[in-house]
């Protein structure tokens, strides 16, 4: 249903309403918000806020258009998940911030719960019609491509995301568990080799396995990842960092930071170890570049604020690097 017909290139995707009925699928609602947030942040005409500074609005009693002046966006993205079972029912809002806040559009997406990874990308292909985002050639063959999931699988992988950012020994266990038995059930599907990758990297990261042990293991599932679907940003920018921690391989490292931000150029996570090896490669320029774009896309994740910190020094402006330090402390 078109409300309005305001055009942007500028998006947060505040945290999904749980209107399920139960707090216990609030694994699932969070990690449907992660993943659209993934799926719209592929678009190149579109600057879209990255997961941790939107996480902060939860709860939030700040209005749209007080989220949207801080975040410097013009759009936001509200969804509903109002059931989820063997069928997902979604409702997904996009409201325009200034000079008041209207809504532009409204759509209920009613889909099988195997169909997903099309919701997602029906949605997105929406979104950017919407707000008059043109798709390049590239991304209209992405969003060209089809599949879909087993339910158990994809409820496993939804389960890992409560494990991926606690470091601890026990949740990485707990998500290489579901990892495997996601595996098991669906070997074909190459998110899950790039998530027990990330989870064997960061045991070797965390000196809960020698590297000797893990790595064999993070190659192994990133040659796999790689063959099933050349075009997943993660399974580049996983490359990327091994070549750099591991490796060594500057080069290579480099090559796959550039691949991994063309699959998805809004991921700032990317961007900020891309602008870290910019440093180490006595290019702070470039990191700076880079660190700003990474900061702008997410400024409330305290590992950007760090490395955008860390950039700054490189370039030069310690005054500028103290302050911020300061300001993040």
């Known amino acids: 249903e078109l409300i309005g017909a305001k055009k942007s290139k500028s998006v947060v995707v505040l945290p ?62 509200e969804a509903s ?16 911030a200034y000079p008041e806040e209207k809504q532009l559009w409204i759509q209920d997406y009613v889909e099988d719960k195997s169909q997903i990874l099309n919701l997602y990308n029906t949605v997105k ?25 087993n339910r158990e699988v994809y409820d496993a992988y939804m389960r890992s995301y409560q494990f991926w950012d606690d470091f601890s020994e026990e949740s990485l266990i707990k998500a290489s568990d579901y990892f495997s038995g996601a595996i098991e059930k669906d070997p074909d599907w190459a ?16 000196s809960f396995e020698a590297p000797s042990v893990a790595y064999p293991v993070v190659y ?3 040659e796999k990842a790689l063959e099933l679907d050349p075009d997943h940003a993660d399974t580049h920018f996983l490359i990327a960092m091994t070549a ?14 550039l691949k991994a ?6 991921e700032a996570m990317t961007r900020i170890w891309y602008a870290h090896l910019l440093c180490i490669l006595q290019r702070p320029d470039e990191g700076l570049t880079q660190a700003q774009l990474a900061f702008s ?3 409330l994740n305290p590992f950007v604020q760090l490395l955008f910190s860390f950039t700054l020094s490189h370039a030069g402006d310690y005054e500028a690097a103290q302050a911020s330090a300061e300001q993040f402390l």
């Not at 309403?17 to 609602?29: A, I, M, P, Q, W």
């Not at 998940?81 to 325009?96: A, H, R």
């Not at 931000?261 to 809004?266: D, V």
Request: net charge negative; hydrophobic share 40%.
């Open 191 to 206: 998110p899950l080799y790039t998530g027990m990758a990330t989870v064997w990297m960061s045991f070797a990261q965390q």
């Open 125 to 149: 292909k929406e979104i950017s019609k919407e707000i008059n985002v043109l798709l390049t050639p590239e991304e209209e063959r992405i969003l060209s491509k089809s599949r879909t999931v």
């Open 220 to 222: 192994e599932c990133l």
């Open 297 to 299: 896309l997410d400024p």
């Open 261 to 266: 931000l063309a699959a998805n150029p809004n």
């Open 16 to 77: 999904f309403d749980n209107y399920t009925g139960s707090n216990e699928l609030e694994y699932f609602v969070a990690g449907m918000h992660a993943s659209l947030i993934g799926a719209i942040g592929r678009l190149s005409g579109l600057r879209v806020i990255s997961k941790t500074t939107t996480n902060a609005f939860r709860n939030t009693e700040k209005s749209i258009s007080e989220i949207a002046s801080e975040l410097g966006v013009d759009t936001v993205i």
């Open 81 to 96: 998940v109002l059931g989820l079972g063997e069928k997902i029912s979604l409702q997904v809002k996009l409201v325009d």
């Open 244 to 257: 750099f921690l591991n490796q060594w391989d500057w080069a290579k490292s480099e090559r796959e930071f």
